[in-house]
């Protein structure tokens, strides 16, 4: 081997080193969070977040629109997400309403239709049953639509239109749908602008990523924020009370080791100096009934339980936007899981991820932890280690065949973004 051979492999591999070593001590819980990045930028004021709307619940983290021209991507960016969503909209609710019997495909066939001109792709981040994605999309529900989705994929496919949805243990399924033409979709994706975005299948720099990984032209640079506890301090509890239905002039407040215990009835909810709320259901007063309406799938009915206390108490109480991580069926009844959302950017709390975890079974709620955070957004923003860099590192700390994926890590006081392996 000659010198400059020599050199130039003694370079390569120091490279690989420096880049390990930048990823390694990021590494979380199996997981690349947070700081694979390259320092900050920019310093200034704080300033208050908005308070979100309940809907918000329902947007997409991701969206990406094929058509003739190529990719229209969007993500990390609440405004381009709805941008590119809004459109899409009323077309996903009648390929959802009008969908014939779901079938399992291989995944060939996913990955096959996610780069053909003519289709819709949506990331949802959470794992969400179907009859409540339908019913959440376009307000009715469909039986033939089983199990729960990460993805859906609505495309143009020999003359008709398909809706393929992607779950989280990487099986597929498709369905053939009647109720919406080809000439239809094809004239709601024209109207998408290709900026230069791309699946992870179409380009050999990230082969070592989930296939559907989304790629965005440019790396992404995400602002901070400081973490905020809105219980801190001398905080009147009444109006949480109410929110959270113990009504004040009949309940109880008294000190424990962990933080304010209200009673009312049989009933009890603890209120923990660090914003944890915790209730467990003891007597026989439904506080907490089943929203909808009898004979609603009872997954629809469970979600929508939590999800009008756990928005009622987060958007008053810390202002953050909220979607659904997780909905399972288990003996107990209906685990409910949601996690807090940061302009189209997960949030993980700690080493739960989720902020609220509720239990619902027949008769309505029957306990819920739900951890009350505001953040306020400031002017400093992250550098991130680029794109082709972050995937090249999870493939060579054996996270290869995961999704790349930007997250906020709400350890503390500083919430700062950074790349993870979406599993």
């Known amino acids: 081997m000659s010198k400059k051979t020599r050199i130039r492999e003694w370079a390569k591999n120091l490279l690989i080193v420096l880049l390990l070593c930048t ?11 947070g700081n694979l990045s390259q320092g900050e930028e920019q310093t200034g004021a704080v300033q208050q977040m908005p308070a979100p709307t309940a809907g918000q619940v329902t947007l997409p983290m991701a969206v990406a629109v094929t058509n003739t021209g190529g990719v229209c991507g969007a993500r990390y960016s609440s405004a381009a997400v709805n941008e590119l969503f809004r459109p899409l909209l009323p077309v996903l609710g009648e390929a959802m309403a009008g969908a014939g019997r779901a079938e399992a495909v291989e995944p060939d066939q996913w990955r096959k239709a996610l780069t053909a001109p003519g289709s819709a792709w949506l990331e949802l981040q959470g794992n969400v049953p179907m009859q409540v994605l339908c019913r959440w999309l376009g307000g009715v529900g469909n039986p033939n639509l089983i199990g729960s989705a990460r993805q859906l994929l609505l495309c143009a496919e020999q003359g008709q239109v398909r809706l393929y949805y992607y779950l989280n243990d990487q099986s597929c399924y498709s ?4 109720s919406v033409s080809t000439e239809y979709l094809e004239s709601v994706l024209a109207q998408a602008v290709p ?29 901070e924020y400081v ?9 009147e509890l009444d109006p949480l009370l109410q929110t959270l239905a113990f009504s004040p002039g009949i309940t109880t407040i008294y000190q424990t080791p962990e933080g304010q215990r209200a009673r009312s009835g049989n009933d009890t909810l603890t209120i923990s100096d660090g914003g944890w709320l915790n209730y467990e259901r003891a007597g026989e007063e439904q506080r907490y009934p089943l929203a909808g309406t009898e004979g609603e799938p009872e997954e629809y009915r469970a979600v929508e339980t939590a999800r009008e206390l756990v928005c009622g108490a987060t958007e008053t109480w810390g202002g953050t936007a909220v979607y659904l991580r997780d909905a399972r069926r288990e003996a107990d009844g209906w685990h409910v899981e949601f996690g807090y959302v ?23 709620v029957a306990q819920y932890e739900i951890f009350l955070r505001g953040y306020q957004l400031t002017e400093k923003t992250t550098l991130l280690l680029p794109q082709p860099q972050a995937a090249a590192a999870l493939g060579q700390m054996g996270q290869a065949g995961s999704g790349l994926l930007l997250s906020y890590l709400d350890g503390g006081d500083s919430v700062r973004a950074g790349w993870m392996a979406e599993e």
């Open 23 to 33: 990823a390694g001590w990021l590494l979380v819980d199996s997981r690349l969070f």
């Open 342 to 364: 940061l302009n189209a950017v997960p949030v993980q709390v700690g080493d739960r991820g989720w902020c609220a975890h509720v239990l619902v079974d027949q008769h309505g």
């Open 195 to 223: 900026n230069g975005a791309g699946f992870a299948v179409a380009d050999r720099d990230y082969d070592m990523l989930a296939p559907q990984t989304l790629i965005l032209e440019r790396t992404p640079v995400p602002e």
């Open 227 to 235: 973490a905020v506890n809105p219980l801190a301090g001398e905080q």
């Open 175 to 178: 369905c053939e749908v009647e």
